[in-house]
């Protein structure tokens, strides 16, 4: 099952919604869940488009399964029910959940499509992973496979399948292999993108409905700029 993203006054773009969940497009910049920076989170902003939508009195729930990095755009799933969440968790946790990434790097991995094996070890300090290629203490194993699908003129698309779910997996597997997303100064690329956002798209996300038991295939185009335009 696909359904089309619509925009709500607020410029919220929901991919899905039925009565246990609810698909955001996330935007570059936008932080899943609160965070020390105290900014506002997507997930009240998705609470009070329901409130508003459905007219709630009192409080809006919404769990959180899962998340992505803030620089980040793509699919992220909300639970409207305490009922689902721990199913949803399940799904992510589990990794029942097929995710499909796209990234957009300058240099060109060593192979035009690969499996990709590291330990990563995370330094919270830094907030940021290191990938080794052999086991280190207090790593732990990621796996990733990638494609070339697209040439531009200074970049290259890649199309990520994630088998595990680390800490900054994609950015820094690929870092490991010499070719850091586009705009991640964090991990390697030589100049940030002016908004802060870096080329790292939640492009696809496909399981079976906790409730329904239906599978659901959902599909979220990137944001709009140049080089992302450049790869639809």
Same mark, same amino acid.
């Given at each position: 099952?696909?359904?089309?993203?619509?925009?709500?006054?607020?410029?919220?773009?929901?991919?899905?919604?039925?009565? %246990?969940?609810? /698909?955001?497009?996330?935007?570059?910049?936008?932080?899943?869940?609160?965070?020390?920076?105290?900014?506002?989170?997507?997930?009240?902003?998705?609470?009070?488009?329901?409130?508003?939508?459905?007219?709630?009195?009192?409080?809006?729930?919404?769990? /959180?399964?899962?998340?992505?990095?803030?620089?980040?755009?793509?699919?992220?799933?909300?639970?409207?029910?305490? +009922?689902?969440?721990?199913?949803?968790?399940?799904?992510?946790?589990?990794?029942?959940?097929?995710?499909?990434?796209?990234? /957009?790097?300058?240099?060109?991995?060593?192979?035009?499509?690969?499996?990709?094996?590291?330990?990563?070890?995370?330094?919270?300090?830094?907030?940021?992973?290191?990938?080794?290629?052999?086991?280190?203490?207090?790593?732990?194993?990621?796996?990733?496979?990638?494609?070339?699908?697209?040439?531009?003129?200074?970049?290259?698309?890649?199309?990520?399948?994630?088998?595990?779910?680390? %800490? %900054?997996?994609?950015?820094?597997?690929?870092?490991?292999?010499?070719?850091?997303? +586009?705009?991640?100064?964090?991990?390697?690329?030589?100049?940030?993108?002016?908004?802060?956002?870096?080329?790292? %798209? *939640?492009?696809?996300?496909?399981?079976?409905?906790?409730?329904?038991?239906?599978?659901?295939?959902?599909?979220?185009?990137?944001?709009?700029?140049?080089?992302?335009? *450049?790869?639809?």
């Amino acid at each position: 099952m696909t359904t089309k993203i619509y925009s709500t006054p607020g410029n919220l773009q929901v991919i899905y919604e039925d009565n %246990h969940i609810i /698909v955001i497009n996330k935007r570059p910049g936008d932080i899943v869940q609160g965070d020390k920076t105290g900014d506002l989170p997507l997930s009240e902003v998705v609470k009070k488009f329901l409130k508003e939508k459905y007219n709630k009195p009192g409080n809006v729930y919404l769990g /959180v399964p899962h998340r992505l990095d803030r620089p980040t755009s793509g699919i992220v799933v909300f639970a409207k029910t305490s +009922k689902v969440l721990p199913r949803l968790n399940k799904l992510f946790a589990e990794k029942i959940a097929k995710k499909t990434y796209w990234a /957009v790097v300058k240099s060109s991995p060593p192979k035009q499509q690969d499996m990709l094996t590291h330990w990563l070890k995370r330094n919270p300090k830094q907030n940021k992973s290191y990938a080794h290629i052999k086991e280190v203490p207090e790593s732990k194993k990621a796996i990733l496979s990638y494609k070339v699908i697209k040439k531009l003129t200074h970049y290259l698309l890649l199309e990520i399948d994630l088998q595990t779910g680390r %800490h %900054h997996q994609i950015r820094s597997q690929l870092t490991a292999i010499g070719s850091p997303i +586009k705009g991640d100064l964090k991990y390697g690329f030589d100049r940030s993108n002016k908004d802060g956002s870096i080329h790292l %798209h *939640a492009y696809k996300l496909s399981f079976v409905h906790p409730v329904k038991k239906e599978l659901l295939f959902l599909e979220a185009l990137p944001p709009k700029d140049p080089v992302w335009d *450049a790869c639809r």
